[in-house]
């Protein structure tokens, strides 16, 4: 019974001081995250709390793991929730939603490397596992543009061109980038450059690069994500 409730208080504790340290992360980024600040905020001394996170990286691995894990269980449903044809669609928008709900926790796995910091295997595979989720979004891009009625030969990818292909034969058999089997290279590419895209869509968003513009960023987004479908 006693172990039980240690156990409960460590990880109420643990959890509080994750929640602190987002705080300090929408603050002052990762620089800010301060595991004695931290303490101080949750009236701690800084040696008490560094028997439940022995390091700052080790809280900031929890952190990225948290959120690695969160993104890709959204992504998952997303896609699981919508029809074949729609599913890169449903991918799209569920990744933007999500970022534009928590810039901060976005920025903390896509944005600036934390100076000295170094990810352990765990949140590399966790990555790997979303790489995963976007080659078999990425597979049903030409159904989508079926489902559409539109797109190149009946809703079909466009051939590739010459520097397509060759970033195709430059990606076969680098390793599978994720589970299950290895994809082949046109497939990574088509992966690569839509992760890339909407990456850049939405990093500029999330860092506030379109304000003053006088567009609305989602109208982008949504033409860049019909181009990624239609093979453009």
């Not at 240690?6 to 800010?32: H, I, N, P, W």
């Not at 089997?181 to 839509?194: C, F, Q, V, Y």
């Not at 860092?207 to 181009?227: H, K, N, R």
Request: aromatic share 6%.
């Amino acid at each position: 019974m006693a172990t039980a409730r240690r156990e409960r208080y460590r990880k109420q504790t643990r959890e509080e001081a994750k929640a602190v340290a987002l705080a300090q992360l929408s603050e002052s980024g990762t620089a800010g995250i301060s595991v004695n600040a931290i303490a101080k905020a949750m009236g701690m001394t800084g040696p008490a709390l560094y028997r439940y996170f022995a390091s700052r990286d080790e809280l900031l691995t929890e952190l990225i793991t948290d959120t690695y894990r969160d993104l890709a269980e959204t992504l998952a449903r997303a896609v699981a929730d919508a029809a074949p044809a729609d599913r890169f669609r449903a991918l799209a928008r569920a990744l933007r939603d999500w970022a534009k709900r928590q810039p901060d926790r976005y920025l903390l796995i896509y944005g600036t490397p934390v100076p000295g910091y170094h990810a352990p295997p765990e949140t590399t595979e966790i990555a790997a596992g979303l790489m995963r989720t976007i080659f078999d979004a990425c597979a049903t891009v030409g159904e989508a543009g079926e489902a559409d009625g539109g797109g190149v030969d009946g809703g079909r990818q466009q051939p590739l061109t010459e520097l397509e292909a060759e970033l195709a034969r430059h990606l076969e058999g680098t390793g599978p980038w994720g589970p299950g089997e290895e994809p082949g290279g046109e497939m990574k590419g088509r992966a690569l450059r839509t992760w890339t895209r909407l990456h850049g869509v939405i990093s500029l968003d999330v860092q506030g690069q379109f304000t003053g513009m006088g567009f609305d960023p989602s109208v982008l987004f949504e033409a860049e994500i019909d181009a990624l479908v239609r093979g453009g």
